[in-house]
């Protein structure tokens, strides 16, 4: 009788196994959200913060001080840096197609924004004026991390990576109405705001 019970409760105990070894593999492969939401988010914070501080109050659009676009354009880094390392370490150990979609997702980013730094520079070498060439060197990176994240969101089924995508997609589309220097301050408050939220989001999710 012992041996008949051991028998039939072993394709169970097998089964537990396999689902054990599945959750213990994707919960490996999870990329740490909030550690991705709440960089992207003081980037934002900071890096559009500066420059709105250094064109706020002028009636005359003026291009902001070399200074701010080295906070700004540090802050970027700083951010891409952290994403590209996070989703390294989440594939650390996978291989074939897996692997190769975490270093082409890595390549992509960078890839994205060195082509809107051409971008920037052929329209100031084409004559554009400062006022344009503010509102694309703005609006660019904000383009560039929506669409990033609503196409990561959507591969990947992350909901919450999706809805932050079209946040930043559907703000940065309006700001753009009200003018570079107004861009600027909704990009740090709401844009950067959008991404704290989804890192607490995170971490209240993560503790439950």
């Known amino acids: 009788m012992e041996s008949k019970e051991s028998e039939q409760l072993d394709p169970r105990a097998a089964l537990d196994l396999i689902a054990d070894t599945r959750t213990r593999a994707r919960r490996a492969l999870e990329v740490n959200g909030g550690l991705l939401y709440a960089a992207w988010g003081l980037a934002w914070l900071i890096g559009y913060g500066v420059v709105w501080l250094s064109v706020r109050g002028h009636p005359i659009y003026r291009t902001p001080s070399a ?52 971008i920037i520079g052929g329209l100031g070498h084409a004559g554009a004026s400062a006022a344009v060439i503010g509102l694309f060197a703005s609006a660019g990176p904000a383009l560039v991390v929506s669409i990033m994240y ?11 990576m999706f809805v932050v995508g079209a946040w ?34 995170e971490a209240r999710k993560k503790r439950s």
Do not use: P, Q
């Not at 609503?150 to 919450?160: D, Q, Y």
């Open 67 to 118: 200074w701010t676009f080295v906070v700004m354009g540090a802050c970027m880094a700083a951010a891409l840096a952290i994403s590209i390392i996070t989703i390294g370490r989440a594939m650390h150990g996978v291989t074939g197609s897996s692997s190769t979609s975490g270093k082409l997702y890595g390549w992509a980013w960078a890839i994205s924004f060195i082509c809107l730094f051409f």
């Open 168 to 201: 930043l997609a559907l703000t940065s589309g309006v700001a753009v109405i009200f003018g570079v220097v107004t861009f600027d301050l909704l990009m740090a408050l709401v844009g950067g705001g959008g991404f704290l939220v989804a890192a607490l989001y």
């Open 150 to 160: 609503l196409v990561s969101g959507a591969l990947w089924n992350n909901r919450t």
